[in-house]
């Protein structure tokens, strides 16, 4: 279940971002003094941080209220408490000081420099017309209130995301899979000009900023080379699609005798899923069987709790179950970067929450354990990617047989049985994904070098070249709106990506080197609290005191790779 991998969900003008530049040339000082820039930079972030910290935390409040009503004083609460956040950060006066810092020569106290670089970056992207950003705030809460509010219309009876999904993971009528299908692709319609109008006022902030566009803008300010993100999203396609293909075949097979149906005839409602994004469940073993009646929240603490990660203070303030008008997907969210940190979810008692929940409240732990002596603006993840990866590699275990069995949810004879199936079930939602991924960015890349292009086109060319699915005949609807994530969340998808690749390397260094094992498939790391140890001291705890790469580097020896991803699910 990739579900949980979609929706980290935080405030994208909350996101710190971060490049790393220059700071001159050093000069030679008494040791344990300050610099008077260092001085002047340090009050500098004090006054900030007492303007900053309040409002954060009223302004995740709001969010998180928002996302459990629905209602539209909510988000409009929410809409003017991100104004007031932007405009602090368009100060021209401040940015112009973090330019008069940046450019001086003798601040070399390292997290002064580290907060510099964050700082400067955070500004460099608010650098526009107040009105600008208000204006994208609002149309980006009234879309999102719109995906909150929507329901699947089947001949007068409202559906609910998880209905929606149930009926497409269960039903083997093809023309009540097209219904459903088709039905819930009408929120496209609905937010489709909307977003189109977002992009563009996006793009032009970015442009007034010096970017291209607000796609190269937004990998720039989060430390990302776009020329490498694409050089890497080619490599990995080059790695992963004669196997993807060899999958997918395998999955038609399966689909032909399912639906009892030509090969010809499958269309995109006949894979279990609205986008193709996860795994089909064509292998033996259902794990949704596993967890009928299971209390899965109870499963993760308990899980969390035996690898020295326990969530019972986190637990007490989140909201997991369905409620009318309430946010249908998951997120996370750290409110004031001290301790409350709460999770959302819609939870029922299947394969795809548990991953889910295991997913979320990965999320969880790292915003909880980031050290609390660190100065504001660096208590934070290292980045999109690092937390992603935790939350993914914690996910995997949903269907791992081990962790089952270690879980007490199925006994040993049974976890023989199931094993191969288990893995064989991840391999495939890895490759699923990876090709998801795929479309997602190059869609989103495409979509700000041109939003004037007929992108109901594009959409589906990239399904077909990625996802080997068939466009239905005659369709030209904005299907590409239907994702939430376009919205919303812009051009973050391929951060999930290289989260992936974090995961495995991650896994494999944990399970070699702390676990002390060689056996890399059947591992679940249940009721090992040097787990829970080493992942606090060496990647939650330094926040974002290093650039990313460099504290994956510290952590695993090595600097992020994609080697272990295909060592655990291509080979």
Same mark, same amino acid.
């Given at each position: 279940?990739?579900?949980?991998?979609?929706?980290?969900?935080?405030?994208?003008?909350?996101?710190?971002?971060?490049?790393?530049?220059?700071?001159?040339?050093?000069?030679? #000082?008494?040791?344990?003094?300050?610099?008077?820039?260092?001085?002047?930079?340090?009050?500098?972030?004090?006054?900030?941080?007492?303007?900053?910290?309040?409002?954060?935390?009223?302004?995740?409040?709001?969010?998180?209220?928002?996302?459990?009503?629905?209602?539209?004083?909510?988000?409009?609460?929410?809409?003017? &408490?991100?104004?007031?956040?932007?405009?602090?950060?368009?100060?021209?006066?401040?940015?112009?000081?973090?330019?008069?810092?940046?450019?001086?020569?003798?601040?070399?106290?390292?997290?002064?420099?580290?907060? &510099?670089?964050?700082?400067?970056?955070?500004?460099?992207?608010?650098?526009?017309?107040?009105?600008?950003?208000?204006?994208?705030?609002?149309? +980006?809460?009234?879309?999102? +209130?719109?995906?909150?509010?929507?329901?699947?219309?089947?001949?007068?009876?409202?559906?609910?995301?998880?209905?929606?999904?149930?009926?497409?993971?269960?039903?083997?009528?093809?023309?009540?899979?097209?219904?459903?299908?088709?039905?819930?692709? !009408?929120?496209?319609?609905?937010?489709?000009?909307?977003?189109?109008? &977002?992009?563009?006022?996006?793009?032009?902030?970015?442009?007034?900023?010096?970017?291209?566009?607000?796609?190269?803008?937004?990998?720039?300010?989060?430390?990302?080379?776009?020329?490498?993100?694409?050089?890497?999203? $080619?490599?990995? =396609?080059?790695?992963? !699609?004669?196997?993807?293909?060899?999958?997918?075949?395998?999955?038609?097979?399966?689909?032909?005798?399912?639906?009892?149906?030509?090969?010809?005839?499958?269309?995109?409602?006949?894979?279990?899923?609205?986008?193709?994004?996860?795994?089909? !469940?064509?292998?033996?073993?259902?794990?949704?069987?596993?967890?009928?009646?299971?209390?899965?929240?109870?499963?993760?603490?308990?899980?969390?709790?035996?690898?020295?990660?326990?969530? =019972?203070?986190?637990?007490?303030?989140?909201?997991?179950?369905?409620?009318?008008?309430?946010?249908?997907?998951?997120?996370?969210?750290?409110?004031?970067?001290?301790?409350?940190?709460?999770?959302?979810?819609?939870?029922?008692?299947? #394969?795809?929450?548990?991953?889910?929940?295991?997913?979320?409240?990965?999320?969880?732990?790292?915003?909880?354990?980031?050290?609390? !002596?660190?100065?504001?603006?660096?208590?934070? #993840?290292?980045?999109?990617?690092?937390?992603?990866?935790?939350?993914?590699?914690?996910?995997?275990?949903?269907?791992?047989?081990?962790?089952?069995? $270690?879980?007490?949810?199925?006994?040993?004879?049974?976890?023989?049985?199931?094993?191969?199936?288990?893995?064989?079930?991840?391999?495939?939602?890895?490759?699923?994904?990876?090709?998801?991924? +795929?479309?997602?960015?190059?869609?989103?890349?495409?979509?700000?070098?041109?939003?004037?292009?007929?992108?109901?086109?594009?959409?589906? $060319?990239?399904?077909?070249?990625? +996802? &080997?699915?068939?466009?239905?005949?005659?369709?030209?609807?904005? $299907?590409?709106?239907?994702?939430?994530?376009?919205?919303?969340?812009?051009?973050?998808?391929?951060?999930?990506?290289?989260?992936?690749?974090?995961?495995?390397?991650?896994?494999?260094?944990?399970?070699?080197?702390?676990?002390?094992? #060689?056996?890399?498939?059947?591992?679940?790391?249940?009721?090992?609290?040097?787990?829970?140890?080493?992942?606090?001291?060496?990647?939650?705890?330094?926040?974002?005191?290093?650039?990313?790469?460099?504290?994956?580097?510290?952590?695993?020896?090595?600097?992020?790779?994609?080697?272990?991803?295909?060592?655990?699910?291509?080979?």
């Amino acid at each position: 279940m990739k579900l949980s991998k979609l929706f980290k969900f935080s405030i994208f003008i909350l996101m710190l971002a971060f490049i790393i530049t220059s700071c001159g040339k050093k000069q030679e #000082e008494t040791p344990g003094t300050k610099s008077n820039s260092e001085k002047e930079l340090a009050e500098f972030i004090k006054n900030l941080e007492t303007k900053t910290i309040p409002l954060f935390k009223e302004m995740n409040t709001a969010y998180w209220n928002a996302s459990i009503s629905g209602k539209k004083e909510d988000f409009d609460k929410n809409a003017e &408490l991100q104004n007031k956040w932007a405009a602090i950060f368009s100060n021209k006066d401040d940015f112009a000081k973090l330019k008069k810092f940046k450019e001086a020569v003798d601040i070399k106290d390292e997290l002064l420099k580290r907060q &510099l670089t964050v700082l400067y970056n955070q500004y460099l992207q608010n650098q526009v017309d107040t009105a600008r950003i208000n204006a994208v705030n609002r149309m +980006q809460n009234a879309i999102e +209130q719109k995906f909150g509010n929507f329901r699947t219309d089947i001949n007068g009876k409202k559906l609910t995301d998880n209905q929606v999904e149930d009926i497409l993971v269960k039903s083997t009528d093809s023309k009540e899979l097209k219904e459903v299908w088709t039905a819930q692709k !009408k929120i496209g319609t609905t937010v489709s000009a909307d977003i189109l109008k &977002l992009v563009k006022m996006r793009n032009e902030i970015a442009k007034s900023l010096g970017f291209n566009n607000y796609h190269e803008m937004s990998l720039k300010v989060g430390e990302e080379d776009p020329a490498e993100i694409s050089k890497l999203l $080619d490599d990995l =396609d080059n790695l992963t !699609k004669d196997a993807f293909a060899k999958e997918k075949a395998n999955v038609d097979d399966y689909y032909v005798k399912r639906y009892n149906i030509k090969k010809e005839e499958l269309m995109p409602w006949h894979y279990q899923n609205r986008f193709f994004q996860e795994a089909p !469940k064509i292998y033996k073993v259902n794990y949704d069987d596993f967890y009928k009646g299971k209390d899965l929240p109870n499963l993760m603490q308990s899980y969390y709790k035996g690898i020295g990660l326990p969530v =019972d203070d986190i637990f007490k303030n989140c909201d997991l179950f369905e409620k009318p008008g309430k946010n249908q997907h998951a997120y996370e969210i750290d409110i004031d970067r001290m301790g409350d940190v709460r999770v959302l979810c819609n939870v029922v008692a299947n #394969e795809k929450w548990m991953n889910t929940l295991l997913h979320e409240f990965g999320h969880a732990n790292y915003s909880k354990h980031v050290d609390a !002596k660190l100065p504001f603006f660096l208590r934070v #993840e290292a980045h999109t990617l690092t937390t992603e990866a935790i939350a993914m590699m914690f996910g995997r275990f949903s269907t791992n047989a081990t962790w089952l069995m $270690d879980m007490g949810i199925i006994n040993e004879d049974e976890m023989k049985k199931v094993s191969d199936d288990g893995f064989k079930a991840l391999r495939l939602t890895e490759l699923v994904f990876s090709r998801w991924v +795929q479309v997602m960015y190059r869609f989103e890349k495409s979509m700000y070098e041109n939003p004037d292009q007929d992108l109901n086109k594009l959409w589906w $060319d990239l399904v077909e070249k990625y +996802q &080997l699915l068939k466009k239905p005949e005659g369709r030209n609807e904005p $299907d590409w709106a239907t994702k939430i994530h376009i919205a919303t969340f812009p051009c973050y998808y391929h951060n999930y990506l290289l989260g992936d690749l974090f995961s495995s390397q991650l896994y494999y260094y944990v399970t070699k080197n702390i676990i002390k094992s #060689e056996d890399y498939k059947n591992q679940s790391w249940a009721n090992h609290p040097e787990v829970g140890k080493f992942l606090i001291e060496k990647v939650f705890s330094p926040g974002a005191k290093y650039y990313w790469n460099e504290m994956i580097e510290k952590a695993t020896g090595e600097k992020l790779t994609s080697k272990y991803f295909a060592e655990q699910f291509v080979k």
